[in-house]
T-cell receptor
Framework: AQSVAQPEDQVNVAEGNPLTVKCTYS??????LFWYVQYPNRGLQFLLK??????LVKGSYGFEAEFNKSQTSFHLKKPSALVSDSALYFC????????????FGKGTRLSVIA | DAEITQSPRHKITETGRQVTLACHQT?????MFWYRQDLGHGLRLIHY???????NKGEVSDGYSVSRSNTEDLPLTLESAASSQTSVYFC????????????FGPGTRLTVT
């Protein structure tokens, strides 16, 4: 069975500081990993994904994520946070064995303080 | 531009009534999904479809049904609405294959009184 854990319900960071939103996963095969962002009263927007290759993945709005197979983690990062980055962030996973739906974490609320 | 739409955006209904939420996508995607979002639970999969006439149950399918008569639409029906089904419902679609991301609609906020 596939699962995702986002250990922090809430992350607070000052504007201009680096941010990290944590995600760990469990799959039976090789993982495909995704990050989504949700702004208030909106649907989820795709940010980035890891399929294969370079462990550092770059995505939209200056976000990046680092895949670490030994730690089964896929943490989302940004070098300098903006107030407009404040939103709900979801990590998702599926294994590469077939056409299965994504399994989502419970989400982490990021608050960037000016 | 291709998009995925949901209607209605807000719905209030009474316990016991049948409710249908619409989802329409113009991406021509074979895969479509329904999720519900609740505080403390994140997104939970209700039903999904990999093509016309194909439907599959997700982790929280009890009390819900779907049917897929064409590529563009996957309506979600609550057979007899219950207060526990008060939630925000999201539809999503994707191309077939595990490497593809899902695209989400704007959501429907359903309140069952």
């Amino acid at each position: 069975a596939q699962s995702v854990a986002q250990p922090e319900d809430q992350v607070n960071v000052a504007e201009g500081n680096p941010l990290t939103v944590k995600c760990t996963y469990s799959v039976s095969g090789n993982p495909y990993l995704f990050w989504y962002v949700q702004y208030p009263n909106r649907g989820l927007q795709f940010l980035l994904k890891y399929i294969t290759g370079d462990n550092l993945v770059k995505g939209s709005y200056g976000f990046e994520a680092e895949f670490n197979k030994s730690q089964t983690s896929f943490h989302l990062k940004k070098p300098s946070a903006l107030v407009s980055d404040s939103a709900l962030y979801f990590c998702a996973v599926r294994d590469n064995s077939g056409n299965t739906p994504l399994v989502f974490g419970k989400g982490t609320r990021l608050s960037v303080i000016a | 531009d291709a998009e995925i739409t949901q209607s209605p955006r807000h719905k209030i209904t009474e316990t016991g009534r049948q409710v249908t939420l619409a989802c329409h996508q113009t991406w021509n995607h074979n895969n479509m999904f329904w999720y519900r979002q609740d505080l403390g639970h994140g997104l939970r999969l209700i039903h999904y479809s990999y093509g016309v006439h194909d439907t599959n149950k997700g982790e929280v399918s009890d009390g819900y049904s779907v049917s897929r008569s064409n590529t563009e639409d996957l309506p979600l029906t609550l057979e007899s609405a219950a207060s526990s089904q008060t939630s925000v419902y999201f539809c999503a679609s994707s191309e077939p294959g595990p490497q593809y991301e899902q695209y989400f609609g704007p959501g429907t906020r359903l309140t069952v009184t």
